[in-house]
């Protein structure tokens, strides 16, 4: 079965220091995607990556960072130089391909982010 | 351009009522999807539909009824609330899947959040 585990359920961490976010999945898939969603405190979702289990490339979008293992099942995400509008929960989600009707997202229970100024 | 709203934005009913979510999107994704938001659960899948007329059941369906008469419109249904099902609800819409090589991500709505006295 699919599941996605966030195992640090809050952070907290001072203004401009470096954040790693760990996210943990399981699937007997070989073909998959991984996201992350940013929840900030007026409680809208925001996507912010996709990537499918083919393509284990790190990506870098400004102070935004991934890092994708299949050896060890994790999809971990980086805030470099942390601000405090970074201050949000942020989850992790798990989806097989589309073989049938839909493609229904697993998430982690989320993390919540504090960043003190 | 509206995308995906959700009306209303909070609602308190009490234990028996019936209650309706609203959702509607204007881009016309085939694929539209109800979750909730618990603490400690993140986001759990209740129901989804494919098209137009074309629903099934996700994770947690007991206690929901949904229909899909227009593609734009996908309205969740509490048909005899209860205090379990006091929660914040998403409704999501993705476009149709193009194989099994592509994938689109689900924009979520701004969230409903329920209080069932």
């Known amino acids: 079965a699919q599941k996605v585990t966030q195992a640090q359920t809050e952070i907290s961490v001072v203004e401009k220091e470096d954040v790693t976010l760990d996210c943990v999945y399981e699937?007997?898939?070989?073909?998959?995607?991984l996201f992350w969603y940013k929840q900030p405190p007026s409680g809208e979702l925001v996507f912010l990556i996709r990537r499918n289990s083919f393509d284990e490339q790190n990506e870098i979008s400004g102070r935004y960072s991934w890092n994708f293992q299949k050896s060890t099942s994790s999809f971990n995400f980086t805030i470099t130089a942390s601000q405090v509008v970074d201050s949000a929960v942020y989850f992790c989600?798990?989806?097989?391909?589309?073989?049938?009707?839909?493609?229904?997202?697993?998430f982690g229970s989320g993390t919540r982010l504090s960043i003190r100024p | 351009d509206a995308g995906i709203t959700q009306s209303p934005r909070y609602k308190i009913t009490e234990t028996g009522r019936q209650v309706t979510l609203m959702c509607h999107q204007t881009w016309s994704h085939s694929y539209m999807f109800w979750y909730r938001q618990d603490l400690g659960h993140g986001l759990r899948l209740i129901y989804y539909?494919?098209?137009?007329?074309?629903?099934d059941k996700g994770e947690v369906p007991d206690g929901y009824v949904v229909s899909r008469s227009k593609t734009e419109n996908f309205p969740l249904t509490l048909e005899s609330a209860t205090r379990s099902q006091t929660s914040v609800y998403f409704c999501?819409?993705?476009?149709?899947?193009?194989?099994?090589?592509?994938?689109?991500?689900?924009?979520f709505g701004p969230g409903t959040r329920l209080t069932v006295l």
């Open positions: 539909s494919a098209a137009a007329d074309i629903t």
């Open positions: 699937t007997r898939d070989t073909t998959y995607y």
């Open positions: 999501a819409s993705s476009e149709s899947q193009a194989g099994e090589s592509s994938y689109n991500e689900q924009f």
């Open positions: 989600a798990l989806s097989e391909p589309p073989y049938s009707s839909a493609s229904k997202i697993i």
